[in-house]
Nanobody, 126 residues
């Protein structure tokens, strides 16, 4: 049974930082690209960042580029999202996903991800 478990969310003031973690089990982690998406109330789930299997390539939404960093430790079956210079508009539930796709163009879209975690809330106050 595949499980993705996010942690590290919370309440932070604008300009602050948080580090999200996503621990995977039940799959061969190094065989999957990993992504972070977020969903604010009343909005669709949107792409934030993704990383290829070996961590050699990363991808970011324009809205987070330069502020967020995605990384992974395959030995620990874990992917991270370091979020700096947080803004109130970053407030959302953050989800990690696992993708078996090889086409990096697909990583920006939820359909490419076969497994999802339950999400962790990030709230940024102004």
């Amino acid at each position: 049974q595949v499980q993705l478990v996010e942690s590290g969310g919370g309440l932070v003031q604008a300009g602050g930082s948080l580090r999200l973690s996503c621990a995977a089990s039940g799959l061969t982690f190094s065989n999957y690209a990993m992504g972070w998406f977020r969903q604010a109330p009343g909005k669709e789930r949107e792409f934030a960042a993704a990383i290829r299997r070996n961590g050699g390539n990363t991808y970011y939404a324009d809205s987070v580029k330069g502020r967020f960093t995605i990384s992974r430790e395959n030995a620990k079956n874990t992917v991270y999202l370091q979020m700096n210079s947080l803004k109130p508009e970053d407030t959302a539930v953050y989800y990690c996903g696992a993708s078996s796709q090889y086409n990096s163009g697909s990583y920006y879209y939820p359909y490419a991800y076969g497994y999802w975690g339950q999400g962790t809330q990030v709230t940024v106050s102004s």
